[in-house]
């Protein structure tokens, strides 16, 4: 399982971590980014909130993986990416879930973690449906 978003910086990275809670013991999970920047420390806030400690994975980008792993699913969590990603040779499912940017909200640092939460919990909740049916 690959999930792609831009940066990799908040919403891939929290989704890899919550199916690898959820149900790493079926899938091998991975995440990536088109234009990879870092962690962002507000994922890594929203995640340390349910006991996911997420402060030691780092952004990476796509062609890490490129011709050189196979997955069955690939999942984008942005639009950008679902809109941007090349053709990736050996994925047998690609998903899309349009998901805000929580690196993009503005306001106090308590408004912004507010918005990661969010989409944290969205991605649970998808992640959930999916591993249930998968």
């Known amino acids: ?11 891939s990275q929290m989704a890899e971590a919550l199916l690898r809670v959820q149900a790493g013991d079926r899938f091998e999970t991975f995440s990536a980014g088109l ?3 870092e962690v962002n420390p507000l994922a890594i806030s929203a995640m340390a909130e349910i006991g996911i400690d997420i402060s030691g994975q780092r952004a990476k980008g ?20 679902a809109a941007n990603c090349p053709m990736f040779p ?3 499912t690609r998903l899309h879930w349009s998901l805000v940017d929580p690196a993009a909200a503005e ?4 408004e912004r973690l507010e ?3 969010r989409v944290r919990d969205e991605l649970e909740r998808l ?5 249930a049916g998968h």
Do not use: K, Q, W
């Not at 399982?1 to 919403?11: D, P, Q």
């Not at 993986?65 to 639009?79: A, E, K, P, Q, S």
């Not at 306001?107 to 308590?110: I, K, N």
């Open 1 to 11: 399982m690959l999930f792609l978003c831009t940066g990799n910086s908040a919403r």
């Open 115 to 117: 918005v990661f939460r």
């Open 107 to 110: 306001g106090s640092e308590e």
């Open 90 to 92: 050996g994925v047998a």
């Open 35 to 37: 234009e990879p920047t």
């Open 62 to 81: 796509i062609e890490e993986y490129l011709g050189r792993r196979h997955f069955g699913y690939l999942i984008t969590v942005c639009d950008h990416a």
């Open 127 to 131: 992640i959930e449906e999916f591993a």
